[in-house]
Nanobody, 126 residues
């Protein structure tokens, strides 16, 4: 069992920055990959970024590449999402997710992930 708790969301103006955090507990954090997804009102949940268990590999959706950075601190059992140059279309609930089994789905597919946090709201005003 893994528990995930996101924090760091809020209201920011377009062009601003936010850093989301996701604290994990319950299993050895350094043994599994992590991902960030988001869901805007009326839309399906979509992939944002993922990071391998060691932090050596990262993956991004095209819509955030060059603006967002995913990182992890295995000593603190925490994964981060640094979001810069935010746009109104980044407004969504952001979820972190844990990938314990590394199945056949790609990092961008939510079926790959076994545990999810409760989400944190990010609102970008124009």
């Amino acid at each position: 069992q893994v528990q995930l708790v996101e924090s760091g969301g809020g209201l920011v103006q377009a062009g601003g920055s936010l850093r989301l955090s996701c604290a994990a507990s319950g299993r050895t954090f350094s043994s599994y990959a992590m991902g960030w997804f988001r869901q805007a009102p009326g839309k399906e949940r979509e992939f944002v970024a993922a990071i391998s268990y060691s932090g050596g590999s990262t993956y991004y959706a095209d819509s955030v590449k060059g603006r967002f950075t995913i990182s992890r601190d295995n000593a603190k059992n925490t994964v981060y999402l640094q979001m810069n140059s935010l746009k109104p279309e980044d407004t969504a609930v952001y979820y972190c997710a844990a990938d314990l089994r590394s199945g056949s789905y790609s990092y961008s597919e939510d079926q790959r992930y076994d545990y999810w946090g409760q989400g944190t709201q990010v609102t970008v005003s124009s």
